[in-house]
């Protein structure tokens, strides 16, 4: 290989292993000033899209020991877009981009060591922001507190609703 190619082979494996997700999408036929629309829509959610080689890209997962991912078979086209933040915001700018522009698509992608179809991408496009499955995982963890709390001040309030009731009846005897 050449020097050129060994170094761009070196890149994009370093931006594989800093990556907390992959997604490859098709983009044949997609104008650039939509294309880079896209990106900027991206890099708002601290991502970036790339077009590689898709032989680089899978040599730079085989040196890297992602065998998974290097084992995938990518044809045509490809644009990866890599990033470390949220990957539903990212998966959820490529599905809305997508259809907006029918030109681009999510053809899969790599996450967590494994190989996500383009059905996985849609679903995690769908998931709520991540505040919002933090917020409902808290509602869940507080829950068992929440409910035992209830049940303490109810029989609280059932005792005192019997002395009340009591003192009532004796106020009457009267």
Same mark, same amino acid.
């Given at each position: 290989?050449?020097a050129?190619?060994?170094?761009?082979?070196?890149?994009?494996?370093?931006?594989?292993? $800093?990556s907390? =997700? +992959? *997604?490859?999408?098709?983009y044949? %036929?997609?104008?650039v #000033?939509?294309?880079?629309? @896209?990106?900027?829509?991206?890099?708002k959610?601290?991502?970036q899209?790339?077009?590689?080689?898709?032989?680089?890209?899978m040599?730079?997962?085989?040196i890297n020991?992602?065998?998974?991912?290097?084992s995938c078979?990518?044809?045509? $086209?490809?644009? =990866? +877009? *890599?990033?470390?933040?949220?990957? %539903?915001?990212v998966? #959820?700018?490529?599905?809305? @981009?997508?259809?907006?522009?029918?030109k681009?698509?999510a053809?899969?992608?790599?996450m967590?060591?494994?190989?996500?179809?383009?059905?996985?991408?849609?679903?995690?496009?769908?998931?709520?922001?991540?505040?919002?499955?933090?917020?409902?995982l808290?509602? +869940? *963890?507080?829950?068992?507190?929440r409910?035992?709390?209830?049940?303490?001040?109810?029989?609280?309030?059932?005792?005192?609703n019997?002395?009340?009731a009591?003192?009532?009846k004796?106020?009457?005897?009267?």
């Open positions: 290989m050449r050129e190619k060994i170094q761009l082979v070196n890149d994009i494996g370093r931006m594989l292993k $800093d907390t =997700f +992959v *997604f490859f999408i098709n044949r %036929g997609l104008a #000033k939509d294309f880079t629309a @896209f990106r900027d829509e991206l890099s959610h601290k991502a899209c790339h077009v590689l080689k898709n032989s680089l890209v040599k730079a997962a085989e020991n992602m065998s998974v991912l290097a078979k990518l044809a045509n $086209d490809t644009a =990866f +877009v *890599f990033g470390n933040d949220d990957a %539903g915001a998966a #959820k700018v490529i599905d809305e @981009f997508g259809k907006k522009n029918d681009l698509t053809k899969s992608g790599y967590e060591g494994g190989i996500l179809s383009q059905n996985d991408v849609k679903a995690i496009a769908a998931l709520p922001p991540k505040e919002v499955l933090q917020a409902m808290l509602g +869940v *963890f507080q829950a068992p507190a409910n035992f709390v209830s049940v303490l001040n109810a029989k609280v309030c059932s005792i005192v019997v002395i009340n009591y003192k009532n004796r106020e009457e005897a009267k």
